[in-house]
């Protein structure tokens, strides 16, 4: 009697999105034979560990015996363990034991035996009966999962247990307001509300939340209602980044494509208030450091206000990792893997020591391990040492081979029958070339493995080259080092160390361009820019600026002998300054200023200065934004340096990265600022031994950040903020009192007595550049940078060139109008400017019988003496005591030498201060 089997296999949760429903497997006489005894089966390779796939037991019933006890056992076919059979009560049932792989076997033939477990059992006829399962594999896309050394994450054990975070989360619009509502949703959201997925063959991550009210998040309410979509590029190149807004609605489908890709979980599926769903995709993500992603939005027009902005969102997506054992985003699933191999954070799949193969490594394979040590960053002279050992064998004899490319005859560097260790000291470009290890057993059955390694090492240590490495580069300015040939310049420098800027009327690379500046202009050596002399103009000095023709030679004398001027109290660092106005000749406002070149090298002390000032953008936490311009903005953030006391600071930055301003000379300013402000710390330190501090009356430097963007300047934060504020503010109050406010003064006094003895010319003293401390110290500030940033109308626009130069033409000296001139005295007149906005509480400085906003050829003109009468100046403001008007005129007495210096303004505001 010949039966027909039905061998039913569960395959339950194999398929995504099949399971749950029953699977039918292997339906139909081909698999059992009961008239041979055979079975025949084929099977996925990602069949889970404890599935049954056939039923020993259930066809021996078939065949018409009763349920009995008997017991199995697989006694051949099966060499590694991947089944196993049971009796299971009364069934026999064969089940996977471990993983199965179709890339180490394809096909298994097992023999199961039947043993009979009562002699006085009928079935024990059956008894020494052996079954054949003949167990094809088939292979299943996708697996085993890749193990992808580009996105391996680390393990660690501390908390929290997650593949990655998203930190720094900074959401904003160009105007200004910053949306913290994001920042707050996505930490919370971390708490496993959030679906996450990688994908490894991509070294993807993919995040997805679940939006129930679309003002959780800054840009879903401004996508759902403008359509505005997000550009993001990361930090870390080849990674590609973005993040879109899906509606449960979306027509394209993209909320189908979630679900079916298991993106949206269960209670999100339900609940149909999760109308939005927030998808955050990258690609090429490498957990070898952490990355800065940065989306912006395109141009969002508001109605209402008529304006037009645009938001952005940045956050850094850090690598953390599972503990050992576990992997997934949430490190909530368990590693296959064994023998010490490490697991994919990602996946889960499993890197194989030598020796082991399979999914979970937990096949031993006869193999032979060779390896260098150390492993990386070999290089010409380094001692390697290749080390060969057989893994899980016996080795009769073991031989180390070496070939040098291109040859085919091997030499044999050592011949052992144990494990070969062979050292090459110094390596030498000679040593490059084929490896081999060949093992062998003398046995029954004689195993040869063998192992190749090809070694290629080309680079010098770093910073060495020549043939042997024995030259030291020590590039700089950005140089880089070559095995053979030493430093290779960057454009503008030449020397052995790249040390030296290109010589006089050359620049660019190798200094090979020959400058084309006509006149006595001269050449940037980098890429060749000239910097006219007045009254040359033009981008190669030939063209003579209009209007200037008759004063030319005048003007000449000027520049001829800036000698003069410098003598008096410019230093390097106003030196820098003046650098601020190279080729800001003339225009119609008939400015001149001196021309004075800064020298190179002063620019690569100056980095050299910048570097311990450095903070990291990581370590800025930003509150709240406290000023903006138009192409700057100062923000109030938390500091949080390591292993310092968290401090609060103002945060400036500029040339923000909109392309309006990302102009050389913004950088240019900004770095002026920077070094100015680090000069003057610089120099408070060495007179002040281990007291780091600035004067108390001058703002404090905490840090810079260029090495990310926005560079910023990190200031001490002063709550009261502006002293111009303050003084305007005071109007409100009846009760308040000039002499209140005349302590303000005596500290910008002491202030510009600290300056004049460093030799530094602030150029913009006035109320708006001062700030105010918690506890009401004046102390000054804003050294050069981003004028805008109080944005006002007291700056005097001057186009030249196409760029924007503002002045505060109505604090400056008579001589700085004049000739460009700026001197601590220059400093003085521009304090009694700010005495008398002290003394009106805070008006706008006017001149009587003047236009509101006056330009520098009118100001020159009513200020200046002549036979006549002397100048025009500011008028007596009311209730302003006899004594401090006098001390304002004389702060802007026609001749520098007769205004008095900082040392005596402070005296005499100690008095009037004290008469009071
Ligand atoms: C087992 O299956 C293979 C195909 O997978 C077939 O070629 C073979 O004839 C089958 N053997 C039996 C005994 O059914
Ligand atoms: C069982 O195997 C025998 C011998 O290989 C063959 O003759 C017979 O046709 C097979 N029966 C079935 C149902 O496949
Ligand atoms: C089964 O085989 C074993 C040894 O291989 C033997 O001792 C035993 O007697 C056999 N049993 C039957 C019922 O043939
Ligand atoms: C690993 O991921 C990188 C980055 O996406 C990809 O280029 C590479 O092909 C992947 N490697 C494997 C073995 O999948
Ligand atoms: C290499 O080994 C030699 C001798 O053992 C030693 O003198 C030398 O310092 C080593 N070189 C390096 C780069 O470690
Ligand atoms: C290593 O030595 C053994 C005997 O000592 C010899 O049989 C074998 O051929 C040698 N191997 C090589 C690669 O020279
Ligand atoms: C060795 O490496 C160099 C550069 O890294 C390469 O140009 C050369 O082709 C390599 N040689 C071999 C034989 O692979």
New binding site residues.
Partial sequence: M?TEVIIWLTLTGLVPGLSGLPTVWGIG?SGY?S??RKFNLSIPENIPVGEVVANIASALLNEGNSNRSVSFAIVDGDPYGRFSVHADGSLGTLRVANPLDFGVRTRYDLVVLLKCTDTYDKLCQLSNQTYAVKIDINDVEGYPPVYNTTCEAPEREDRPQRLFNLSNVISKFDTGWIHTSDLQFLTSKLRKELVMRVDNEVCGVTVVAGLKSLSDIGWANIYSSTGATLNCSSSQSGMTVQLRLVSRTNPIGEFQDLRENHLINAEWLNDVRFGYFWVFQIDSYRTVSAATIRCESTPIHFKITEQTTTYSIQFTIDKLGCARGKFGPWCDQDCVCKNRARCHGFNGACLCPVGWIGVACDIPIPAVALVTVPSQNIYIGSNVTLSCAAVHFNVSSMSLTYRPFYTKTSTVLSNQTTGIEFTMNAFRDDYNGVYRCVAETAGARDVVVEKELILNVTSCPPNLYGRFCHHTCGCKNGGRCDRWRGCVCRPGWRGEHCDRPCDRGHYGLNCQSVCACQGRGTCHHIDGTCFCQAPWDGPDCSRLLPGLEGQHLQLLGILVIPALFLAVALTNVLRKKATRHVSRQQDEDGIVLVEIHTEDEEEEEASNRRLPWERREEHLNVLKMIGQGSFSHVVLAQLRTPGKEPVLVAAKSTCLADGRDGSERCYRDFYREVDILISLHNQSERREGDNRRVHPNIVQLHGIITQSRPRRILLEYAPRGELLHSLRESRQDPDTRLSDLLPFALHVSRALRELETLKIVHRDVAARNVLITEDGVAKLADFGLARDVYASTVYVHTAHRGQDDLLPLKWMALESLRDGVFTSRSDVWSFGVLLWEIATFGQEPRYPRVPCRPDCGQLIHILTDTPAASGTRLEWPAGCPVSLYRLMCQCWAAEPEDRPDAKQLEQRLEESINDN
Avoid: A, D, V
């Fill in positions: 010949i006489r034979n008239s041979t």
